[in-house]
Antibody, heavy 124, light 107 residues
Framework: QVTLKESGPVLVKPTETLTVTCTVSGFSFNNPKMGVAWIRQPPGKALEWLAHIFSSDEKSYNTSLKSRLTISKDTSKSQVVLIMTNMHPVDTATYYC????????????????WGQGTLVTVSS | DIQMTQSPSSLSAGVGDRVTISCRASQTISKFLNWYQQKPGRAPKVLISAASSLQSGVPSRFSGSGSGTDFTLTITSLQPEDFATYYCQQSYSTPLTFGGGTRVEIK
């Protein structure tokens, strides 16, 4: 059974850096076609893809947030970490990680397995 | 970036009704359009991938169609458990993008 679970702080202050971790089980990080994505959802609003990383260490970032995001993986721990700097109240959201796979080198399949999400509030 | 536009943003329907949700991409995405269902307080769940491929375990009353820039999600005979928000998402190219969502409410 494939599972993903997010962990991280519930509350961060404006200008601080957010670090959220996704711990996965049930699929191999060594599979070159498998990757993990981060997606967020502000309360009452739509989903927004943030970044993804594949076992090859290939990464991709949301265009408007690219300067603030860093995604990395620790294969030995089966974890993917997302760092977002300079947090603002508008970054208050539920942060999800999800599995993604390659259809071709540049085309992707759907996010087929999701974590439960972790709500992060940005407030002083 | 490819913009995804869903319509309507919300709709009211009754049990047994046929529901159609549209999704338009700002440029061609071939067949690489996915549909998700999200219920309050829950993570999204993929219903349909690659425009028309029904995911395992998803009821056959859900179907998807379209290619290029215009896509449709259809629910025939809406059931009580189908009241939720539906999102389309293109997986053709990065940055990956979602539509704004369609909330399906009880009439």
């Amino acid at each position: 059974q494939v599972t993903l679970k997010e962990s991280g702080p519930v509350l961060v202050k404006p200008t601080e850096t957010l670090t959220v971790t996704c711990t996965v089980s049930g699929f191999s990080f060594n599979n070159p076609k498998m990757g993990v994505a981060w997606i967020r959802q502000p309360p009452g609003k739509a989903l927004e893809w943030l970044a993804h990383i594949f076992s090859s260490d290939e990464k991709s970032y949301n265009t408007s947030l690219k300067s603030r995001l860093t995604i990395s993986k620790d294969t030995s721990k089966s974890q993917v970490v997302l760092i977002m700097t300079n947090m603002h109240p508008v970054d208050t959201a539920t942060y999800y990680c999800a599995r993604i796979s390659l259809f071709t080198v540049t085309i992707f399949n759907a996010f087929d397995v999701w974590g439960q999400g972790t709500l992060v509030t940005v407030s002083s | 970036d490819i913009q995804m536009t869903q319509s309507p943003s919300s709709l009211s329907a009754g049990v047994g009704d046929r529901v159609t949700i549209s999704c338009r991409a700002s440029q061609t995405i071939s067949k690489f359009l996915n549909w998700y269902q999200q219920k309050p307080g829950r993570a999204p769940k993929v219903l349909i991938s690659a425009a028309s491929s029904l995911q395992s375990g998803v009821p056959s009353r859900f179907s998807g169609s379209g290619s290029g820039t215009d896509f449709t999600l259809t629910i025939t005979s809406l059931q009580p458990e189908d009241f939720a928000t539906y999102y389309c998402q293109q997986s053709y190219s990065t940055p990956l993008t979602f539509g704004g969502g369609t909330r399906v409410e009880i009439k």
